[in-house]
């Protein structure tokens, strides 16, 4: 009996992907440095020597735009869908669904560059694509990991989505809204996003540096409970007025309010203890901006002689926004890379550098006589900080892991 011989079939293995695309950290952490950089110096670049600068209305608001919706919402995705992957025990989005989802935030920053020159559809289909591409992959993820506990944080994403759609559409004169009260709101719902997840993991990790460093005989972080609730609740009617009060001054109020609730809520964080370990300090550090860019913008509405709005706002955005990316971001990368837990001299000059110009920036409202000078100083040490943080952090971004990854201590 004659048996057919079966065919041989050698297939080649798939290639794994290039380490860049195997953590949504890497590419979008990566793009949120490079885009903090560019987004002031062609601005300033534009101010001082006439250079061409995008618009969206204006090139202040282009400016605006792409610091808040552009290098937040890079920072946002990265850490977000890296923290899912730990959260619910699922692989982390990678490869050509990673892809996508970078290509999503290319696109949206070529549609607020061209935002003067194109469709206002066209505008908003590619400037919203990434925050909706975001929603749909980590609303997918949670989902199937059964971890619904952290689908709320889809629905303050869905409002900075919601925010973007009504900046564009505004600052281009399709509607009558004020930008400056969308952009505010905006900034406002990325800081509750911040004291939602920072009131998660800074306690999380105090917790376990003081277990590991034999600090048990010290009280311990407070870990999230109610009272973290009504710090963020009032926070969320603070983020209500100030769309729907129009003398800003209830509004300003509330912001006080919330910015001495945080005070209080970080003091529950024992981060006096966390000296020894900058890696830990610099989340508290970070965090500071929080209560104390909430209290100068609250006294800014209540007293806009004292100084204006748009000053004091950047106690939330260069402060709170900038530093918690450095801090989250720099971590992250360390322990998903499989390196040690150290913070590095770049990370810290970076750190020390945006959270000193943001102290300078925040001078720059109420100086006269030295504007410009501080102006310049506040801006120098922005671009400078972001230059040591690519210097230090491309590499770790670009390259392999070193060995197995840390998670993110997160439910």
């Known amino acids: 009996m004659n048996a057919k011989a079966s065919p041989i079939l050698i297939t080649e293995p798939a290639r794994p992907p290039h380490p860049f695309w195997s953590g949504a950290f890497r590419p979008l952490f990566l793009l949120a440095g490079i885009l903090a950089i560019v987004g002031v110096v062609w ?42 992957a730990n959260w619910t025990g ?30 206002l559809v066209l505008i908003l289909i590619g400037g919203l694509g990434y925050f909706i591409t975001l929603m749909a992959i980590a609303g997918r993820e949670l989902i199937q990991g ?15 989505t919601l925010m973007d759609g009504l900046f564009i559409v505004s600052t281009l004169g399709a509607i009558t809204l004020d930008p400056m009260v969308i952009y505010q709101t905006a900034i406002l719902v990325i800081v509750l996003l911040i004291g939602l997840i920072g009131g998660r993991i800074i306690p999380a990790f105090t917790r376990n540096w003081m277990q590991r460093d034999g600090m048990m005989h010290l009280p311990m972080p407070v870990m999230f409970n109610k009272f973290d609730g009504v710090c963020l609740a009032v926070l969320t009617i603070a983020i209500a007025l100030n769309l729907f009060d129009p003398t800003r001054q209830i509004a300003g109020i509330a912001l006080l309010l919330a ?17 020894r370990d900058p890696l830990v300090a610099i989340l508290h550090l970070a965090y500071l901006w929080v209560p104390v860019g909430l209290i100068v913008l609250g006294i800014a509405m209540l007293a806009p002689d004292v100084m204006a709005a748009r000053d004091a706002l950047h106690g939330l955005t260069g402060g709170a926004m900038a530093c918690m990316i450095l801090a ?19 990370l810290l000059i970076a750190f020390g550098a945006i959270w000193i ?4 920036r925040l001078l720059v409202g109420i100086s006269t006589d030295y504007y410009m000078v501080i102006l310049a100083a506040a801006t120098l040490l922005w671009i400078g900080g972001w230059i040591a ?3 230090g952090y491309a590499p770790v971004l670009w390259g392999p892991a070193r060995q197995k990854s840390r998670g993110i201590p997160v439910r």
Do not use: C, K, Q
């Not at 892809?99 to 607020?112: D, F, G, K, N």
């Not at 989250?328 to 770049?346: C, K, M, N, V």
């Open 90 to 119: 699922r692989p982390p989005i990678a490869g050509r669904l990673l892809m996508v989802l970078t290509a999503t935030w290319l696109i949206a920053r070529l549609a607020a560059g061209f935002a003067d020159h194109l469709p």
């Open 146 to 160: 059964r971890n619904h506990r952290n689908l709320v944080i889809l629905g303050l994403i869905g409002l900075i």
């Open 357 to 360: 110009g943001t102290v300078l």
């Open 389 to 391: 943080f690519l210097i």
């Open 259 to 275: 910015g001495v609730l945080h005070v209080i809520r970080m003091a529950r964080w024992r981060g006096i203890y966390t000296w």
């Open 328 to 346: 989250i971001g720099g971590r992250a990368a360390l322990g998903h890379t499989g390196r040690d837990l150290r913070a590095s001299p770049a």
């Open 43 to 84: 601005w300033v670049a534009g101010m001082a020597h006439g250079l061409p600068t995008p618009t969206m209305g204006s090139g202040a608001w282009w400016h605006g735009h792409e610091m808040i919706f552009g290098f937040g919402g890079a920072a946002i995705g990265g850490f977000l869908l890296t923290a899912i």
